[in-house]
């Protein structure tokens, strides 16, 4: 199949590009590069450098590749930021995601995957979240993914497009030593704490320790990004036989401390942590149940052991510190 991925060239979309690529499909990725990285973006991948603000490029671009699917990849995702600067994502997400949609059914491209979040459920009324649990997002972040999804559910009925929306969890680990996790700034967890095991990084401080949890940090589910780009795959082949969503995650989940204490173990480094105050918009509890995935599509994380995780992804720090840069 062709398939367009938007943000092809950041920490999922370049995974799940390379998962096409080895699987037989034919790839263009279309990335703005703000957060992504050309060097990430699989060799066999058509590139087309440009920003889904540009309705005209999105256009050309599928006149050109005719691709049979898109994969929505590119977007701002973290919640702490969508709380400082909520028109980045109930704005720009929301516009660059109704550009491309508007673009797919132009286009009559009728499969769409769309890269959706555990913070729908902001404040989830029983864990494991299931897809039967109330939609209640978290942070404008959640929300502006929401409204994705719910075009989507319309452009089904209005238009016969099949979509997935797949809701990831907390994506981590690394696709191999040569592929990982290189945003700037950074804020996610895991690649933190190994910043602070390289010593690139004083210490890690815990964004509150008062939570109504086991040792009173967040608890998260935490995928490997193999597993996830494995789902996609699944996804797509499935479209076919009608829309569907999932909520994708590993089914068990650790707290920050948790963390912290097996990347201790598995870098042999000390990772000085200390408690600091919450960060706005986190839930306390994210766990997703992936029970539905597993039996209609038959997906089975395989990566996604928090010491997989931890350990592929100290290797990817390990031998690029500097991330994507010097790589080719
Ligand atoms: N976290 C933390 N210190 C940090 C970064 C993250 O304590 O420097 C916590 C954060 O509050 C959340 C968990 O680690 O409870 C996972 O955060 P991350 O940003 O990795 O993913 P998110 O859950 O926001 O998608």
Redesign the pocket.
Known sequence: MRVLVTGGAGYIGSTVARQLVETGDDVIVLDNLSQGHRAAVPDDAAFVHGDLNDRGLIDRTLAEHRPEAIMHFASH????ESMEEPFLYLDENVRCGMNLMKSAVEHDVDRFILSS???LFGTPERIPIDEDVTVDPGSPYGESKFILERTLHWLDETEDLSYAALRY????GAAGPNQGEDHAPE???????LEVALGQRDK?????DD?DTPDG????DYVHVLDLAQAHVLALNALDDGSRVYNLGNGKGYS?RE?IETARRVTGHEIPAEE?A??P????V?IASSDKIREELGWAPEHSALDDIIGSAWEWHRRHPNGYDGLQ
């Open positions: 995702t973290l919640v702490g979040t555990a913070n969890f907390n994506a981590a804020t996610h967890l895991i690649p933190i704490v890690i401080v815990i964004f509150g939570y940090t967040c608890v998260r920050v963390v600091g919450p960060r918009g986190d839930p306390p994210l």
